[in-house]
């Protein structure tokens, strides 16, 4: 591959990548930490759907979306039905696997190239267990069709359940849910809650539909009966008539991958959502962490003055977001520890934090982000990096850890323990 | 100290890179204006392959005597070299991480003779 620099002598050309040698020092890390004898659940990685993507729009099953997708796709590739955002996330080719990883050459197998590409990274970074997300339809809740987001994402799922979670254990997902087109969203959880390498359901949060419509009451009731987490996955729109003020995707970025899922979480908060379904598990994703205790203050603070408006609510909002779950990435490494290891305490992080990796994108967190943090006690960083991904999906590690099988981990459960109030 | 071999001299021409093995850890050796310049190939940031990065110059901003926005450009004499993983830049002569001086690489001295290039440990 071939990358422009600043001046042509600085040009360079890339060629034979291999997931498993770009990661080889992170191979080491793990090593060195002995990090294969420690459960690793990465609760937020993608692939890119689009390497399959000829494959994926024809289990598109509305035969007009269809018809003209797969024309369209001829010329157009994948714009033909996904959205796109402007912005380089690559930063110019400064993060160079965007581009080589597209080339990777995998050995052709039943399998699609993501299986194998997948566990390359996996291996390096020493997951046991990865839920996979796609990375270019985390647009389509921007697509004025609601019709097309359904269509793309029952096709998907379809696809990836067919294909991709049958083919290796440790590879799962939360599913993609259309949530512009709640009945659909509804259909969804009903059909495919139950198949196998499922362990959830995502929502893209970035989107202009309020968690507290009514439409979507009956499918959080259905997620908190059969015991799948919901989660709302952060983006960026830079249309937003806000986010539209940055003019650098740094600020876009910053502001737009907290900015949404911040909304939403105070619209499920003070909606008294977590009132009416207790037991449903509810996880903010790539969003960082440094949002979550500003929200916090925020919402104690003018929930104490206006505590008629949020009338369903028996305790504070912080306590609430304090039941909720939250993934690592990408975690704010601020040069103040205080600052980090305050967070962790007022998100009780050690049994509501998820690791996740983000893999292949280019803000990703290695599992030593974790274990290297100097507040944390190694049973912490397990909690963190595995054990409460373990408790909250209900995994089966027996084929990565044959003596665990039926041992309790010992973890606290979430929904009975006593919080203290901030 | 230990001499160890990186690369005949004609094979490390401006802008190439060599990476070689010294108990277990990878140092990169970089000839960029018309220097060489070895790094021990661990980011500072988390662990990443820096010295496997894009050579850059230091992007700038054009800001006007009154103070309005003129647009970016690279700068004619700062080159940087950008770790791959995510994206750190280091100025290629100081080792210092370009947005945040705190940080930087870890440096080793180069020796050039006789038409090769050797890396000192």
Redesign the interface.
Known sequence: MQYRSSTPEFDRTIEGFHTGEHLVNARRQADARKLDDVLIVDVDCHHYETDNFAEIIEYIEDPVIKQGAVNTFAYKGSAAILMDQPGYQDIGGRVSRYLERKHEKIPKTANPREVEQTLRWMNALSVDYACLFPTPMLFMGLHPQAEVEVAMARAYNRWLTDNVLPSNPRLRSMLYLPFNDPEATYQMVKEYGHKPGVIGFMVVSTRYKPVYDNAFMKTYALLEELGLPLSFHASYNWNDQLVSMTNRFITAHAVGFTFFNAVHCANWIVNGLPERFPKLKVIWIESGLAWIPWLMQRLDNDYRMRTSEAPALKKLPSEYMRDMFYTTQPMEMVNNHEALELTFKMINADTQLLYSSDYPHWDMDLPSTIWDLPFLSEKSKRNILGLNAKRIFNLDVSDRFPDAKGKSDGMVDTFKQQVTPA | MTEIFVARSADLP??ARNTVEYEGRQIGVVR?KDKLHAFL??CPH????VCD?????RVEEIIAPDKTYQGMR?SETD?HI?C????W?FNIETGKCAG?G?HGLKRFKTVERDGAVYVVV
Request: glycine letters at 20%.
């Open positions: 401006e802008g960029a190939n661990i988390q662990g990443g392959p990065g894009l050579l850059i110059h690279f080159l950008v791959p993983w995510h994206g830049e945040d705190k």
